[in-house]
């Protein structure tokens, strides 16, 4: 040992006591930091199968949603559109949900689950409409490329090929063309099988 370890092992410092750090999170950050880790747990889950592990070709992101371009997709399940969109709301509950109100303004049956307001819309098309802090996690093999909404105003096509969606708390589910867009801190998200590109474009102005 050298003097100055010694030295040191000697001193008799007075050390403050560790503060509290804990955060005391609002029970909707709360209901949301949940959520989020129950997603990324998933996620996990779903990529511990072998043979769901893929290379990463690329990444996008926009809003609440990540998109990662891959070789080959996780495991998922077909369902209707219309599937596990949770509880009817009213407007309402859907501009306290979201912090601003639903578009269109003119909708059919609004449900809401776990912060997503969604509606199903003649095609049938799948508008769903969440804050933007949330996260929907798709791994796609087919087409991944940025759009023009409107001015100002980017947007994700996501077509080619059925993708894998992750919404928090529900198991991965293939998913049609869909398009994605955010604005005033609220995510967009259009999808349908048989949705054209021009169609979605169309449909978001719109709701612009």
């Known amino acids: 040992m050298t003097d100055l370890e010694r030295a040191l092992r000697a001193l008799d410092v007075d050390w ?7 955060l005391e999170l609002a029970p909707r950050r709360r209901g949301r930091l949940v959520v989020a880790v129950a997603f990324v747990a998933a996620v996990a889950a779903a990529f511990a199968v072998p043979q769901s592990r893929s290379a990463i070709l690329d990444f996008f992101h926009l809003g609440g949603v990540s998109v990662e371009q891959v070789e080959t997709l996780p495991p998922a399940q077909e369902r209707p559109l219309a599937a596990g969109l949770g509880a009817v709301v009213e407007d309402a509950e859907a501009t306290r949900v979201l912090g601003a109100a639903f578009l269109p303004r003119r909708h059919s049956t609004l449900y809401e689950r776990d912060g997503f307001v969604s509606t199903v ?21 087919g087409t991944v490329e940025w759009v023009e909404v409107a001015p100002g105003v980017r947007g994700l096509w996501i077509a080619g090929a059925p993708h894998v969606v992750f919404f928090p708390d ?14 005033g801190g609220v995510t967009f998200r ?11 474009l169309n449909l978001a102005r719109e709701l612009l």
């Open 16 to 22: 403050p006591s560790t503060p509290d750090v804990r």
């Open 190 to 200: 259009l999808e349908g099988t048989g949705l054209a590109r021009q169609s979605a």
């Open 121 to 141: 819309l003649r095609g049938p098309v799948l508008l769903s409409e969440f804050g933007s802090a949330y996260l929907i996690k798709k791994f796609a093999t």
């Open 170 to 183: 529900t198991s991965p589910r293939l998913a049609g063309n869909v398009l994605v867009w955010e604005q």
